[in-house]
C-alpha cells in the first residue's frame, strides 16, 4: 500500500513538472530569428517622464532601450512583451561591379567634371545612426558623439556589417562609402566645426600689354584688377574645405559632416577649335593691319595633388576652373598678344611660332598664379580673313597668301641657289681633297714597302748572325762535351785499374793468408785439391816407373795426380 502511494506521488510529480515546463516554454520562450532582432517592451514599472517613448533607466514602464539579439531567451509575460525587428545590415560591397573611368560615357565625364558624377556599382556602405531619445543637444549642434547621450547625428558611422539596433533609439541612413579611384584624389570639406575668422585675398591675374607682347618676348603686366574674397582653407576642427586630400581608396566618411569631391588629378585637354562649318568656337581677332584672324587653341593642364584643395575651394569643380581661368585668360591673352601682329605674320611660320610661344608663356604664367599647371598651348588653326565684306574679301586674301606666297618663294629660290654654289663649292673641295688623300695613299705605300724591305733585311742579317753565334756557341759546346767525355774515360780507367790492382792485391793478400794459415804451399795445394775434388769416376793406369796417366779432365787433377804419385811408389816398394 505505501509503495503503491510513492508511484502514485511521483507520477502527480511527474505529470505536474511536465505541465509546468511545457507552460514554460510556450509562455515564458522569446524567440529570435537569426535575422532579427527583439525590441522589450516592459509592462509594469514607473512611468516614463512627460514627452519621453523608451525607457532610460531600469524599472521604467515602456521599450526598454536594449535589444535582443538572434537566439532564445526567457521573459515573465506578465511583465514583458517584445517587437520583432529586423537587423540592420550595412553591405561591403563587390568590386567586380565598380565603374570606373575609363568605361565612362562623355555625359557621364561631363557630369564627372562638373562634380555632379557618382560612380556606378555595388560600393560598400557606411550608416549614418542619428539618436532619437536622450539629452537635448546645445543650441546650434547637430553632431554628437556616441557615448554623450545627446541627441542628435552620431559622429561616428556604421561600416560595413550586420548590426542589432533599436529603431525607436536610433534611426539609421545607409550611404555609399567613399570610394576613390587611381588617378583622382579626394577634397575633404568640413560641413560642421568652428567658423574661419580671416578671409584671404585673392588677386586677378593682371593682363597683358599688347604693344610689349609684339616681340615674342614675356608681355609686361598692367594694373591689377581689383581682387575678389576667397575664404582660405580650414584647418582641422574648421568649418571648410581641409588642405589634405584622400589618396585612391575607400574611405568610411559621415556625409552629414563632411563632403568629399572626387578631383581627377594630371593633364587634361581644353580645346577652342573649329568643330563643324555652323559652329566653331575659335578665338578671332583682328590683327595689326586690319585683317579679321581665327585661331584654334588646345591647351594641356592639369592640377597637382598639393593644389587640389585650393583649386576647389576658388572654384568649386573643373568646369569652374574651365569658366573661370582658363577659358576667359586663353582669349583675352590670345587677343592681345594677338593684335600686335600683322596679318602676314600669321601666315609666315617663324612669326606664327613666336606668337605660340607668347601665348603659352603667358597663359602658364597666368595659371601658375591660380594653381593650375599648363604643360603646353598649341595654336592648330590659323585663318586670315580680308577686313572688307563680301566676294572682295576673298579676294583681297588671297592676293595678300599669294603675295607672301611669291616673296618666299623667290627667298627660297635665292636660298637655293646660295646653297647649290655652296654645295659646288664644297664638291670641288672635295674633289681636291681626294686627289691629296690619293697622294699621300701612294706616299704611304712606298714608304711602307721601303720599311718593309728594311725590316726584312734586317731580320735576314739578324737571323744570320744569330745561326753563326749558335753554330759557334754548338762547336765550343761540342769541344767542352768531347773533353770531358776524355776526362771521363780517363778517370774511368783509372779506376778500373786501380779496382783491378786493388782486387789482384786483395787476392793475393787473401791467398798470402791462407798459405800462412795452413802452414805452407804444400798443405795450401792439398786444401785447394780437396776444395775441388768432386770426380765421378777414377781410372788408373800403371805402366812402370816414371808413368802416371789418368782421365782427369782439370788441372787440379792432373796437380793432385802428381801428389798421390810418391804415395803410390813408396806402397809398391813396400809390397
Not at 563643324?276 to 575659335?282: A, F, G, L, P, V
Request: charged content about 25%.
Amino acid at each position: 500500500m505505501i509503495a503503491r502511494m510513492i508511484k502514485l506521488v511521483v507520477g502527480l510529480v511527474f505529470i505536474v513538472s511536465a505541465a509546468v515546463g511545457a507552460i514554460f516554454w510556450t509562455t515564458f520562450r522569446v524567440y529570435v530569428p537569426p535575422d532579427a532582432c527583439a525590441v522589450l517592451v516592459r509592462k509594469m514599472g514607473d512611468a516614463l517622464p512627460p514627452g519621453e517613448l523608451v525607457a532610460t533607466e531600469g524599472g521604467q514602464r515602456g521599450i526598454q532601450e536594449e535589444v535582443l539579439g538572434p537566439g532564445r531567451y526567457f521573459y515573465n509575460p506578465l511583465i514583458w512583451d517584445y517587437e520583432v525587428k529586423p537587423l540592420t545590415v550595412v553591405k561591403a560591397g563587390r568590386p567586380d561591379t565598380w565603374e570606373w573611368i575609363h568605361s565612362l560615357t562623355e555625359p557621364q565625364r561631363d557630369q564627372l567634371r562638373a562634380g555632379k558624377f557618382v560612380f556606378r556599382g555595388e560600393f560598400p556602405q557606411i550608416g549614418v545612426v542619428t539618436r532619437r531619445v536622450g539629452k537635448e543637444p546645445a543650441p546650434g549642434q547637430v553632431i554628437v558623439d556616441r557615448e554623450s547621450g545627446v541627441k542628435g547625428i552620431l559622429r561616428e558611422v556604421l561600416t560595413p556589417g550586420t548590426y542589432k539596433i533599436n529603431p525607436y533609439v536610433y534611426d539609421v541612413e545607409l550611404h555609399p562609402a567613399v570610394v576613390i579611384p587611381s588617378g583622382f584624389v579626394g577634397v575633404v570639406t568640413n560641413l560642421f566645426g568652428e567658423a574661419r575668422s580671416t578671409v584671404g585675398k585673392v588677386p586677378e591675374v593682371a593682363p597683358v600689354r599688347p604693344e610689349a607682347a609684339g616681340d615674342g618676348t614675356e608681355p609686361a603686366a598692367v594694373a591689377a584688377a581689383p581682387s575678389h574674397d576667397v575664404l582660405p582653407l580650414a584647418e582641422p576642427g574648421q568649418r571648410g574645405t581641409l588642405r589634405d586630400v584622400l589618396q585612391p581608396g575607400v574611405y568610411y566618411i559621415n556625409p552629414k559632416l563632411q563632403k568629399v569631391s572626387i578631383l581627377e588629378i594630371g593633364f587634361n585637354e581644353y580645346s577652342q577649335v573649329k568643330e563643324t562649318d555652323t559652329h566653331t568656337e575659335r578665338i578671332s581677332f583682328p590683327s595689326d593691319t586690319g585683317y579679321l584672324i581665327n585661331v584654334g587653341v588646345t591647351v594641356v593642364w592639369g592640377i597637382a595633388p598639393h593644389h587640389a584643395a585650393e583649386v576647389i575651394n576658388e572654384f568649386g569643380n573643373i568646369d569652374g576652373v574651365l569658366e573661370k581661368v582658363i577659358g576667359p585668360q586663353l582669349r583675352s591673352i590670345c587677343r592681345n598678344i594677338g593684335s600686335t601682329y600683322a596679318a602676314r605674320d600669321f601666315i609666315q611660320g617663324e612669326k606664327r611660332e613666336l606668337f605660340q610661344r607668347a601665348l603659352n608663356t603667358e597663359l602658364q604664367r597666368v595659371c601658375r598664379a591660380k594653381n593650375i599647371e599648363v604643360l603646353i598651348t598649341l595654336v592648330r588653326e590659323i585663318e586670315v580673313h580680308a577686313p572688307t565684306a563680301g566676294p572682295a574679301a576673298g579676294e583681297a586674301t588671297e592676293d595678300l597668301k599669294r603675295t607672301i606666297q611669291q616673296s618666299h618663294l623667290a627667298i627660297e629660290s635665292q636660298i637655293t641657289k646660295d646653297k647649290q654654289r655652296q654645295a659646288a663649292t664644297v664638291r670641288a673641295q672635295l674633289e681636291e681633297e681626294w686627289k691629296k688623300v690619293e697622294i699621300a695613299r701612294e706616299n704611304i705605300k712606298a714608304h711602307s714597302r721601303v720599311m718593309v724591305a728594311n725590316v726584312l733585311a734586317e731580320g735576314e742579317k739578324l737571323a744570320a748572325e744569330t745561326d753563326a753565334h749558335a753554330a759557334l756557341e754548338v762547336a765550343e759546346t761540342q769541344q767542352e762535351v768531347a773533353k770531358l767525355d776524355a776526362q771521363r774515360i780517363e778517370i774511368l780507367g783509372l779506376a778500373g785499374a786501380d779496382v783491378e790492382r786493388m782486387k789482384r792485391d786483395a787476392d793475393a793478400k787473401g791467398y798470402r793468408l791462407l798459405v800462412d794459415a795452413l802452414g805452407g804451399g804444400q798443405a795450401y795445394n792439398l786444401y785447394t785439391f780437396a776444395e775441388n775434388f768432386r770426380p765421378q769416376s777414377i781410372r788408373l793406369f800403371f805402366a812402370g816407373d816414371g808413368t802416371f796417366w789418368t782421365d782427369l779432365k782439370g788441372f787440379e787433377e792432373l796437380g793432385a795426380a802428381k801428389l798421390l804419385q810418391p804415395a803410390a811408389d813408396a806402397s809398391e816398394k813396400q809390397h
